[in-house]
């Protein structure tokens, strides 16, 4: 933990130490609204005939990838906005079920006031994220006759595999926001701290109904609830600390690296236990339309599991920027 901990803060670190130091100096900010975006569609497939016997399953998947930036200037007073939509599917052959492989809706929103002509600033953020569609989890289940009576065979009981929906459209749902101070060097380097931030987790009552057993709420709040969230509870409030760093430069020339850093800990619940959510973008331009695209991406939230969550795309996509 404390090693994955340390190797993420050296690369958020390198990262915004080289892209300070591309930044010139000379550039005087814009005033007014700058948007821009970019979107990906990555491909990736396999595929063996029944003659192959070298091992491997033919499969085919997809990743849609949307980020949108519309940020706004005037005099002293600056307004951050971006908008981040992933989503991904994949097709194993011989699985009866296509199965998710990527899915992320997230806005990010920081209002700044500078200080005299310096790179600090009042700030409020904002941030909500959530997912698109149903996660599913694979389960055995013991096979039952039509008198709910397991079906045995040689004293085996059979079982079969079922499909169990997780999560879908705002279960869970972050939201968070608070007061703090903004280092902004320009849009593409800023890192934001939040000391005072509310963050609230919102979910389904599908996914916590435990009816009004006493024991059935011991035993689900014990285990850690539904993403923190209690035994027939809709919501869950937070207090805490946040830090939130952006940084996108060129590594060299067709080659652009984005880095998302966002931390958080709970002073009212295991403060030492800090989430966190880093996630890099690396582009590859080939020409206007082509790209290769890598992404990584790192979670830690002892909420939904005490693991690091580990993410990583990569692959050839028609890339479109705007």
Do not use: C
């Not at 310096?118 to 997912?131: G, V």
């Amino acid at each position: 933990m404390k090693k994955t901990l340390l190797t993420l803060s050296l690369i958020a670190i390198s990262a915004i130490s080289f892209a300070q130091e591309e930044t010139k100096e000379s550039e005087a900010p814009k005033e007014g609204w700058t948007r821009g975006g970019n979107i990906s569609l990555l491909f990736n497939q396999s595929a063996f005939n029944n003659d192959w016997t070298g091992g491997g399953v033919s499969n085919i998947a997809a990743n849609l990838s949307i980020s949108y930036g519309f940020n706004y200037r005037k005099g002293p007073i600056s307004w951050d906005n971006k908008i981040i939509a992933d989503y991904g599917l994949t097709k194993i052959k011989g699985d009866d079920f296509t199965r998710k492989t990527n899915d992320r809706l997230e806005l990010n929103s920081i209002l700044g006031k500078q200080i005299k002509e310096s790179n600090w600033y009042y700030s409020l953020f904002l941030n909500f994220r959530t997912q698109m569609d149903s996660g599913f989890e694979d389960r055995e289940t013991p096979l039952l006759d039509d008198q709910g009576v397991p079906v045995m065979i040689n004293g085996n009981a059979l079982t079969e595999k079922t499909r169990v929906r997780t999560t879908h459209f705002f279960s869970p749902a972050y939201l968070q926001f608070g007061p703090g101070m903004l280092w902004k060097k320009s849009d593409n380097l800023y890192v934001n701290i939040a000391p005072a931030t509310a963050r609230m987790i919102f979910v389904h009552k599908e996914f916590t109904d435990v009816g009004n057993s006493q024991a059935a709420i011991d035993a689900f709040n014990t285990s850690g609830g539904y993403f923190g969230v209690e035994a027939n509870e809709t919501s869950r409030f937070e207090f805490g600390a946040s830090l939130s760093g952006y940084a996108k430069f060129e590594i060299m020339k067709n080659i652009s690296i984005e880095n998302i850093l966002n931390l958080y800990s709970n002073y009212l619940e295991d403060p030492q236990n800090t989430d966190i959510d880093y996630t890099a973008n690396v582009v590859m331009k080939i020409n206007k339309y082509l790209s290769t695209n890598i992404t990584f991406q790192a979670i830690y939230d002892d909420n939904a599991v005490r693991a690091f969550q580990i993410r990583e795309v990569f692959g050839l996509g028609v890339n479109y920027g705007f």
